[in-house]
């Protein structure tokens, strides 16, 4: 019979509000085995857990239960307790009473009701719990990041500055993001490229770092410490290290008509290229589905002119295996799609821009040489509006619930340096709200109006018209005159909702990392966790965690990369030792474990059993890796015989868990 | 007055993985999100770590009740568990309603770490059902009643 001790916490009022503590913990004193019930304000603090301790040495306790918060809070800290006064971390069982109990029942006598149930449900488990001892696994000393954007970059670079290899796997031809399309940065307006390259330069210098260029990750397996990563590096009929980037061939290429994605389509590249100048690796890259030689065998111009020898139209894609003790995610965001918004009529005219081809225009190495001339006559605008908020903060299903964050400050930014570089333009933004939070934010946006003299409008744009003049009429309210306004505009610039990158989806699939309704990766605890999955061994940098401007990108990296050197820095992992166990006095050898076992954990053999009458058997057995085992307890059910049980979840804790709630 | 003492207060049992589902909870509480105190949750790491026992055990015991929530198809912590618990419990519910268990006191919801609210209306709407059913008395095993 154990020895049980029940720790009731407050939570200050958290609990104590709407659960009677004293009441229960009062209820739960006349359980079986219970010769000890208290309650605290705060179990988790310094006082609370000696008062633990304490009750442990004082009444000898070889169980404890606590009803306090959910075990995802605290059950990490209330081992640790326990174990400091001497008993198996694993005699500690949670009643979740508040998560679960108090913060969800107003009913004081109801909430005290459920938590007394609760508890009983844990003292009956703790009944059944028995002493793990946790094993231990060796760490790959070597990270890997995927995405090469500014976060994946900065997270790679300072994983290297930590003395680790580290690599970065990036889908297009080179690293850098949308940071490299970006032309200024708010609020200190400095180039985007001039504080970017220098870092992707450092990159492909950095011995640590491997940089895995238009490729992607195919297949993760493994667990933290020691994950297994396919990487699939495509075919880009370029030998990467014959190729000197001299761009010989990019400029003789005769397929002229190939849109240019740097440029969000506003100009033509040809079918052999280098994204831009300062692209890191800076190699050429052939675009098949547009090479004449790859689709019809007949051209072989770049072959030609490359003194290098490095075309090589006969490339295959390559998959290659690497193994990893910690993954980052730094799939970064793309615009959303404005199929949607037909009112803004975006696909019907050329003068209708998104924010992204607004930098594209505005940068000297864009499409118009940094000259901001409308896409549909190459004339100077006169009058420009900017629309906030296109598919922001929108719940009638066609755009994004949630805030971009980024539109407020860069269309401050668009506006500001419009005025700033062509004062003869008259420049309007029709906003919901201004959000400026953040250092030197405000300050920015307030330049923008008062020094800039931009017309900042609160209200919405119903509809842009495009006339026959080659004008477009914004129809608009404005929401504090309460007029309806009509602006004969030149260029319609929009700031389309950021949405995480289409690739994020399957990724997290492939790291079992959970992910939110609108695709962003969920963190380990929203305000404690926030670089962290769930997902040990995964972490998360950038805006693929949700919306974010470049600094916070920059601090999240570096957190990121924190954690990742952390882990690294270990030479062994602590093992859950929650895990499968087979019984083998029961098992039969059927193998139904082994077919639904995720990990490969169960393996059989021959083994020689004495029998009651003095002979010997030989059975085949199934027994469980432990190492490799991450005790989902998939096998437990699949099990015919019963032999297979799941420590710390087991059939027995479990049932009794049943039978105390349906008492 | 009438005193309305019988009010008909369900035993539901709600097996939540470690994941997606009990964290869905915890968030749908965080949130202060109101759901009927008869719905207890048990913490499994996974769906699949569900038996089909436990739910025979919960009915036997006196459950009205049991609904098992998991991660989201194709987004389990382990890859593949919610599979199973998927097609362990279609087999399981469509044998407990040909035993008499109403297919409504039965049910399997999917629910991410994310959607405390979904998992607080899943809750609401699921007792209410079973509140209309009634309690449930088919797989009762006496000898388990006190007195």
């Keep these: ?663 | 007055m009438q005193v309305n003492e019988k009010e008909f207060k369900p035993t539901i049992v709600a097996f939540c993985c470690n994941w997606c589902s009990y964290a869905g909870a915890d968030l749908a509480g965080t949130n202060r999100l109101n759901y009927p105190a008869d719905v207890k949750i048990i913490r499994v790491p996974c769906s699949c770590r569900v038996n089909p026992m436990f739910i025979l055990r919960a009915f036997q015991r006196g459950a009205d009740g049991v609904i098992m929530c998991g991660c989201h198809p194709g987004d389990c912590h382990y890859t593949t568990g919610n599979y199973y618990a998927r097609r362990r419990m279609t087999l399981l519910f469509s044998m407990l309603d040909y035993l008499g268990i109403e297919r409504e006191r039965t049910r399997v919801e999917w629910v991410s770490a994310a959607e405390g609210a979904k998992f607080a209306a899943t809750m609401n709407e699921f007792v209410e059902t079973v509140t209309k059913l009634g309690e449930n008395k088919r797989l009762e095993d006496l000898r388990c009643k006190e007195k």
Aim: glycine share 8%; aromatic share 6%; net charge neutral.
């Design chain 1, 1 to 663: 019979m154990q020895r049980i001790g029940v720790f009731v916490c407050w939570c200050g009022s958290n609990i104590a509000a709407t659960v009677d503590v004293e009441a229960v913990s009062e209820a739960l004193k006349s359980e079986p085995g219970v010769v000890f019930s208290t309650n605290y304000q705060y179990m988790c603090s310094e006082a609370g857990q000696n008062m633990i301790k304490d009750a442990i040495k004082e009444h000898n306790l070889t169980g404890v239960v606590i009803c306090s918060c959910s075990p995802r809070m605290h059950e990490a800290t209330f081992r640790k307790t326990v174990q400091g006064a001497g008993i198996n971390p694993y005699m500690v069982e949670i009643a979740n009473i508040r998560e679960q109990c108090s913060w969800i029942h107003k009913d004081k006598q109801t909430g005290t009701e459920k938590a007394i149930i609760l508890g009983k449900a844990a003292i009956a488990k703790v009944h059944l719990n028995a002493p793990l001892t946790a094993g231990e696994s060796p760490v790959v000393k070597r990270a890997l990041v995927i995405g090469g954007g500014i976060a994946g970059i900065q997270t790679a670079l300072d994983i290297a500055e930590a003395g680790f290899d580290v690599d970065i796997v990036e889908t297009k031809p080179t690293i850098g993001g949308k940071m490299t399309q970006i032309d200024k940065t708010f609020p200190t307006l400095d180039c985007a490229a001039c504080i970017l390259t220098p870092k992707m330069v450092d990159c492909a210098q950095n011995e640590k770092i491997h940089i895995y260029s238009y490729s992607e990750v195919t297949a993760v397996k493994g667990f933290v410490g020691n994950f297994t990563v396919s990487i699939k590096k495509k075919a880009r009929y370029v030998d990467t290290t014959k190729c000197t980037g001299c761009g010989v061939c990019t400029e003789k290429c005769p397929v002229k008509n190939v849109p240019n994605e740097f440029n969000l389509g506003m100009n033509n590249r040809r079918a052999i290229y280098i994204p831009f100048a300062q692209a890191v690796p800076k190699v050429a890259t052939i675009d098949a589905d547009y090479c004449n030689m790859l689709k019809n065998g007949k051209c072989g111009v770049c072959s030609k002119v490359c003194t290098a020898g490095a075309i090589d139209y006969k490339q295959q894609d390559e998959i290659i295996e690497e193994k990893y003790g910690a993954i980052v995610a730094a799939t970064g965001f793309n615009p959303i799609k404005l199929d949607n918004f037909d009112e803004f009529a975006y696909s019907q005219s050329k003068d209708v821009i998104t924010s992204l081809e607004f930098e594209r225009l505005t940068n000297a190495a864009g499409p118009t040489s940094g000259q901001l001339l409308r896409p549909s006559d190459g004339k100077h605008p006169h009058t420009i509006v900017f629309v906030q908020c296109v598919g922001s903060r929108d719940t009638s299903g066609c755009g994004k619930p949630y805030c971009s964050k980024i539109c407020c400050m860069y269309t401050a930014k668009h506006a500001m340096l419009t005025r700033e570089k062509y004062p003869d333009t008259d420049v309007y933004v029709f906003y919901i709200d201004v959000r400026t939070p953040g250092k030197n934010f405000d300050e920015f946006y307030r330049r923008a109006v008062e020094d800039y003299n931009v017309h900042y409008i609160k209200g919405m744009v119903g509809k842009v018209a495009p006339r026959a003049d080659g004008t477009l009429d914004v129809q608009a309210s404005d929401l504090i005159s309460n007029e309806q306004l009509h602006i004969s505009a030149d260029l319609v610039v929009l700031a389309a909702a950021i949405e995480p990158d289409k690739s994020a989806r399957p990724l997290a699939t492939m790291l079992t990392a959970s992910m939110d309704t609108n695709d962003f990766f969920t963190e380990a605890h929203a305000k404690l966790r926030p670089v962290e999955s769930p997902t040990a061994g995964v972490f998360l940098s950038g805006t693929c965690q949700g919306p974010k401007d470049i600094p916070e990108t920059v601090s999240q990296a570096s957190a990121a990369a924190a954690k990742v050197i952390g882990l690294l820095c270990k030479d062994k992992l602590t093992c859950n030792p929650c895990v499968a166990h087979s019984d083998e006095m029961l098992c039969n050898g059927c193998s139904s474990c082994e077919k639904v076992c995720p990990y490969g954990a169960i393996t059989y053999s021959d083994k020689e059993f004495r029998m009651p009458d003095r002979t010997t058997a030989i059975r085949r057995v199934a027994a469980v890796n432990e190492a490799v085992c991450q005790g989902c307890g998939a096998c437990t059910v699949a099990c015919p015989s019963g032999a297979m049980d799941l420590k710390g979840f087991s059939n027995k804790q479990i049932m009794a868990e049943v039978d105390a709630i349906c008492k």
